[in-house]
Nanobody
Framework: QVQLVESGGGSVQPGGSLRLSCAVSRSIFSIYAMGWYRQAPGKQRELLGTITSGGLTNYVDSVKGRFTISRDNAKSSVYLQMNSLKPEDTAVYYC????????WGQGTQVTVSS
């Protein structure tokens, strides 16, 4: 069974940076696209961006230019570098395979506050 484990969240001030990691438990990771998502309190989970198996990325407008997704197929991991963080980026962040696995990881909390 594939498992997703997100880490790297924390509390930062506006304008700060964080790097999130997502470890995927199965070696089939390398053939799938991956996505980063977030869910803020009272809101639906939203897709932030994707990365193909070959490393091509795409982002939603709200994070474009601030967030960068990368992956290391040898480590079965995907990363989210977040710069210029804003209070509205506060949320629980998740990764998932594309197409999505039914079972999501626990996520990692990101809080942006002064």
């Amino acid at each position: 069974q594939v498992q997703l484990v997100e880490s790297g969240g924390g509390s930062v001030q506006p304008g700060g940076s964080l790097r999130l990691s997502c470890a995927v438990s199965r070696s089939i990771f390398s053939i799938y696209a991956m996505g980063w998502y977030r869910q803020a309190p009272g809101k639906q989970r939203e897709l932030l961006g994707t990365i193909t198996s070959g490393g091509l990325t795409n982002y939603v407008d709200s994070v474009k230019g601030r967030f960068t997704i990368s992956r290391d197929n040898a480590k079965s991991s995907v990363y989210l570098q977040m710069n210029s963080l804003k209070p509205e980026d506060t949320a629980v962040y998740y990764c998932n395979r594309i197409p999505n696995l039914l079972v999501w990881g626990q996520g990692t909390q990101v809080t942006v506050s002064s």
